[in-house]
Structure formats: structure tokens, C-alpha cells
């Protein structure tokens, strides 16, 4: 199994900043792609930034400019720097990512998901 643990969140003013941390690890070979999604209150899950392990990035188009996505291959870490932070992002964070289980034929590729980290953005 794999775990990812999330940390960072927390409350913040607009046009604040925070950056959320997370650790995978377990028993897996490698990471493929990494990253971070959110859920607010009444809304569905949705991407945020995710990045892969040729370094590649996603953004979603509402955070791009703010929020920067970076990888740790060797500690098995990404971040998410959020800066320019507005009320709409708002909600909780969740990391989430595809590990390789198994390299060879049939390899065994499992999406595994953090418990989730609330960030709160109010005046």
C-alpha cells in the first residue's frame, strides 16, 4: 500500500500565501504522475496541478499564475506554493497520485489519494 500525507493548509487572508506539503511512501517502485486536487463545499472534486516524472505540469486554468507545483523524486514529495490566494479556493486539498506497483509485465499502476488538507481563505 501506498500512503500520502498532506499538510500545510490552514486559514488565510486574501492575496495570502501557504504552500501544502505531501509524503508519499510505502511500497511501490516509482511515481508517475503527482499533484493536487480540491473539493469545495457543494462542488465536485476537481484538478488543481499535477505534475509528472519528467518534471511536466498541469494547471487548472483558474490558478495558473498563482499556484506552483514542485516535485522531490528523491524524498517521493510535491508542494503547492499558492500565492495571490482569493475566497474561491476555498476548500479542502487533496493529494493524490498514480505508483507504479509492479515494473514489469503486467505491471500494476494504482491511483492512491491523501485524507485531504482544508484551506480556508476569508477575511
Known amino acids: 500500500q501506498v500512503q500520502l500525507v498532506e499538510s500545510g493548509g490552514g486559514l488565510v487572508q486574501p492575496g495570502g500565501s501557504l504552500r501544502l506539503s505531501c509524503a508519499a511512501s510505502?511500497?511501490?517502485?516509482?511515481?508517475?504522475?503527482i499533484g493536487w486536487y480540491r473539493q469545495a463545499p457543494g462542488k465536485e472534486r476537481e484538478l488543481v496541478a499535477t505534475?509528472?516524472?519528467?518534471?511536466?505540469?498541469t494547471y487548472a486554468d483558474s490558478v495558473k499564475g498563482r499556484f506552483t507545483i514542485s516535485r522531490d523524486n528523491a524524498k517521493n514529495t510535491v508542494h503547492l506554493q499558492m500565492n495571490s490566494l482569493k475566497p474561491e479556493d476555498t476548500a479542502v486539498y487533496y493529494c493524490?497520485?498514480?505508483?507504479?506497483?509492479?515494473?514489469?509485465?503486467?505491471?500494476?499502476?494504482?491511483?492512491?489519494w491523501g485524507q485531504g488538507t482544508q484551506v480556508t481563505v476569508s477575511s
Open positions: 493524490s497520485c498514480n505508483a507504479v506497483i509492479r515494473s514489469y509485465w503486467p505491471d500494476i499502476i494504482n491511483q492512491y
Open positions: 510505502g511500497r511501490m517502485f516509482s511515481i508517475n504522475n
Open positions: 505534475v509528472s516524472g519528467s518534471a511536466y505540469t
